[in-house]
């Protein structure tokens, strides 16, 4: 693949010291694009020297609780003084918490859509008012799931289900707000062998198993099978496309 318009671009990655949102900001940084790592992760700063070494662009990093309006803020102010303006978003930053729903504790109800709905509101704000403010376009990729349109095995994570579901609507209320300057699409990925998918898939194989029968691609994905699909929304072969979410999930939701 090869998105020639997106060297030298700015990106910001949430969630990007390691698993989807690392693998998401290499694919970025493998076009030219100089990346920000912003995560709660203290690992973060490692992980973006990593990403320069890896790639040759400029890298940084911040720690960012994403939950926090002040410290996304504070976030993307250090990215700016390092890098500039970012004019590419992508929001990786996110959890899950399995639980019977009838015993959820309103704590944990309240963490799993502070992390997944408002961290992914706050982090895309930040990155529109900078790019509002300056009258240049920009383009953000919010990360839902394909759980967010269906009720995937097993069914006992109804806040994380809810959390993607309003992400996809937030997608599209916030493209038609900010049309036509900052583009605003979602990917929901479907099972993604991400490093705590994989953990968790070694250690519970007959639920694998499972998994991989009702996906008609036959297998789980890599997080190397959502690159096309960002690099695409990040670069301007995508200029008409906006306010949608793009499934990635091997056919899981098409049965």
């Known amino acids: 693949m090869n998105f020639p318009d997106l060297a030298g671009r700015v990106a910001v990655v949430t969630g990007g010291a390691r698993g989807i949102g690392y693998s998401l900001a290499s694919a970025l940084a493998r076009q030219g694009v100089n990346v920000a790592l912003l995560d709660l992760l203290p690992d973060v700063e490692e992980s973006a020297r990593r990403l320069a070494a890896e790639t040759g662009v400029k890298t ?12 996304v803020d504070a976030a993307f102010a250090t990215v700016r003084d390092r890098l500039g303006i970012a004019d590419v978003l992508v929001t990786a930053a996110g959890i899950t918490i399995w639980g019977d729903s009838a015993e959820v504790e309103p704590a944990t109800w309240s963490k799993v859509v502070d992390v997944n709905l408002s961290g992914t509101f706050y982090s895309t704000q930040a990155f529109a008012r900078a790019l509002l403010a300056d009258g ?25 289900n809810a959390s993607k579901a309003a992400v996809d609507q937030l997608a599209k209320s916030l493209a038609v707000e900010w049309a036509p300057a900052i583009r605003v699409n979602a ?30 691609a036959g297998r789980m994905g890599e997080p190397a099978d959502l690159d096309g699909v960002v690099l695409l929304l990040a670069s301007s072969a995508s200029s008409y496309l906006t306010g949608q979410t793009l499934v990635i999930d091997g056919g899981y939701t098409a049965i």
């Open 187 to 216: 990917i929901a990925p479907g099972y993604i062998l991400s490093d705590m998918t994989r953990q968790f898939t070694e250690a519970n194989p007959e639920l694998a198993a499972d998994w991989v029968s009702m996906i008609p």
């Open 136 to 160: 240049r376009d920009g383009s953000a990729v919010l990360i839902s799931s394909m759980s967010g349109r269906v009720v995937n095995v097993p069914q006992r994570q109804a806040s994380y």
């Open 60 to 71: 940084a990093s911040s720690l960012v609780d994403v939950t926090d309006p002040e410290s």
